[in-house]
């Protein structure tokens, strides 16, 4: 595939989560009627996913990224994929499988993206 295409794959992966983040912080009061443990973990995930998609959207521009935070984003991209992997045994829904996919998918295109220094042509 070529850069433009994992562009698109990449910036789509990062909105569908960045969306995802936002209405899981929207959903905290909903979802829970006291700020309690649970209401701060479950806001604290939607914060860190609006958060990881908004890096990978400032760093994924019309040409390989070559920024030097940009295998700080790769690298945190794969710890998120490995724990939406984890998370789905503890969270067995189908939303989950599909933010996973969404991370996983994130994860890969980032390695075409998000290049680097070190791996300038």
Same mark, same amino acid.
């Given at each position: 595939?070529?850069? !433009?295409? /994992?562009? &698109? &794959?990449?910036?789509?992966?990062?909105?569908?989560?960045?969306?995802?983040?936002?209405?899981?912080c929207a959903l905290t009061a909903v979802m829970y009627d006291a /700020?309690?443990?649970?209401?701060?973990?479950?806001?604290? !995930?939607?914060?860190?996913?609006t958060f990881l998609a908004a890096m990978n959207w400032a760093h994924?521009?019309?040409? $390989?990224? @070559?920024?030097?935070?940009?295998? #700080? #984003? @790769? *690298?945190?991209?794969?710890? *998120?994929?490995?724990?939406? &992997?984890?998370?789905?045994?503890? &969270? $067995?829904?189908?939303?989950? /499988?599909?933010?996973?996919?969404?991370?996983?998918?994130?994860?890969?295109?980032?390695?075409?993206?998000?290049?680097?220094?070190? @791996?300038?042509?």
């Amino acid at each position: 595939m070529s850069f !433009t295409a /994992w562009r &698109v &794959v990449h910036r789509t992966a990062s909105g569908f989560i960045g969306a995802m983040g936002i209405l899981h912080c929207a959903l905290t009061a909903v979802m829970y009627d006291a /700020w309690n443990p649970g209401a701060v973990w479950f806001l604290g !995930t939607g914060l860190s996913l609006t958060f990881l998609a908004a890096m990978n959207w400032a760093h994924v521009g019309l040409e $390989p990224c @070559r920024m030097p935070t940009a295998p #700080v #984003v @790769r *690298y945190a991209n794969v710890a *998120y994929a490995v724990f939406g &992997v984890a998370a789905i045994f503890a &969270v $067995p829904q189908p939303h989950a /499988w599909v933010l996973t996919g969404a991370l996983l998918t994130q994860a890969l295109a980032g390695f075409f993206t998000l290049t680097g220094p070190e @791996r300038h042509g």
